[in-house]
Nanobody, 113 residues
């Protein structure tokens, strides 16, 4: 399974974006899911995780600003990103949380100051 993230773009500091990731409902119900961010020169890091039981966890850098959710009716996972900062710039990927499948195409988020 290769999940494709979408919804990135260029936004000003303080702006908002919502990223999307489509998969089967069975995939979401069987896997803890995460949104990852990769910045050039750094390792890919998980910024938000949602467990199969609905619990969520966030990296300290995005806590209070990002919200991860899954809409099972739409078979889509979202990452709502508010109050964006320049350091949020990067390529965002969606994948299973603890044992990622092969990486699909990410989506570029650029926050301009």
């Amino acid at each position: 399974v290769q999940l494709q993230a979408s919804g990135g773009g260029l936004v000003p500091v303080g702006g908002s974006l919502r990223l999307s990731c489509a998969a089967s409902g069975r995939y979401f119900s069987r896997n803890d899911m995460a949104w990852y961010r990769q910045v050039p020169g750094k390792q890919r890091e998980a910024v938000a995780v949602v467990n199969v039981d609905g619990r969520t966890n966030y990296a300290d850098s995005v806590k209070g600003r990002f919200t991860i959710s899954i809409n099972y009716a739409e078979n889509t996972m979202y990452l709502q990103m508010n109050s964006l900062k320049s350091e949020d710039t990067g390529v965002y990927y969606c994948n299973a949380a603890w044992r990622p499948d092969p990486w699909g195409q990410g989506t570029q988020v650029t926050v301009s100051s």
